[in-house]
T-cell receptor, first 113, second 111 residues
Framework: DAMVIQNPRYQVTQFGKPVTLSCSQT?????MYWYQQKSSQAPKLLFH???????NEADTPDNFQSRRPNTSFCFLDIRSPGLGDAAMYLC????????????FGPGTRLTVT | QKEVEQNSGPLSVPEGAIASLNCTYS??????FFWYRQYSGKSPELIMF????GDKEDGRFTAQLNKASQYVSLLIRDSQPSDSATYLC???????????FGSGTQLTVLP
């Protein structure tokens, strides 16, 4: 089945220790998104790629970076995680932007100790 | 004013009843709307997608869009306890790259 896969599902890291979260998709979608979601809040868009075109949201901290080496994979790098970065990180994909659905992966729950 | 507003709930309905979830939006340029279901600790799951005025039905779910009044609703017929979740409404302006999410409505279906 075509799908969006995220690894790991749970990640524990220490304060200040870099961490990388990964996302892969078999949908062959052009657009990949990274969201941060904290408890009882709506998902907050961090950035997205349309193919290799990278778009950073204005309020995304510099501590967060992303790479998309090919159509199928996208990575979220948190350079120096703080306690406030503990959240669910959601990867989503979309074929394009206009009148198309956006599908989420299962998420990675990040804990910062 | 938030761009997409939902009543946070909780909304409780008895099993077998119709659950009605509502969403209003302020951006008249919004053209497509999405309903996601999110179980606690899980990621959002797309239920319905609507961009034309009127009703769109899929099984027990009906999405309704009224662009003149700027509201979107989701009806769940024959509600089941397994429908208990947070329902997120999201809108997209034209070919805008991002969705704008509401904060979600928590639904509880009582056995």
């Amino acid at each position: 089945d075509a799908m969006v896969i995220q690894n790991p599902r749970y990640q524990v890291t220490q304060f200040g220790k870099p961490v990388t979260l990964s996302c892969s998709q078999t949908l062959n979608h052009n657009v990949m998104y990274w969201y941060q979601q904290k408890s009882s809040q709506a998902p907050k868009l961090l950035f997205h790629y349309y193919d290799k075109d990278f778009n950073n949201e204005a309020d995304t901290p510099d501590n967060f970076q992303s790479r998309r080496p090919n159509t199928s994979f996208c990575f979220l790098d948190i350079r120096s995680p703080g306690l406030g970065d503990a959240a669910m990180y959601l990867c989503a994909t979309s074929k394009s932007f206009y009148l198309t659905e956006q599908y989420f992966g299962p998420g990675t729950r990040l804990t910062v100790t | 004013q938030k761009e997409v507003e939902q009543n946070s709930g909780p909304l409780s309905v008895p099993e077998g009843a119709i659950a009605s979830l509502n969403c209003t939006y302020s951006d008249r340029g919004s053209q497509s709307f999405f309903w996601y279901r999110q179980y606690s600790g899980k990621s959002p799951e797309l239920i319905m997608f609507i961009y034309s005025n009127g009703d769109k039905e899929d099984g027990r779910f009906t999405a309704q869009l009224n662009k003149a009044s700027q509201y979107v609703s989701l009806l769940i017929r024959d509600s089941q306890p397994s429908d208990s979740a947070t329902y997120l409404c999201a809108g997209r302006r034209g070919s805008a790259r991002q969705l704008t999410f509401g904060s979600g409505t928590q639904l509880t279906v009582l056995p």
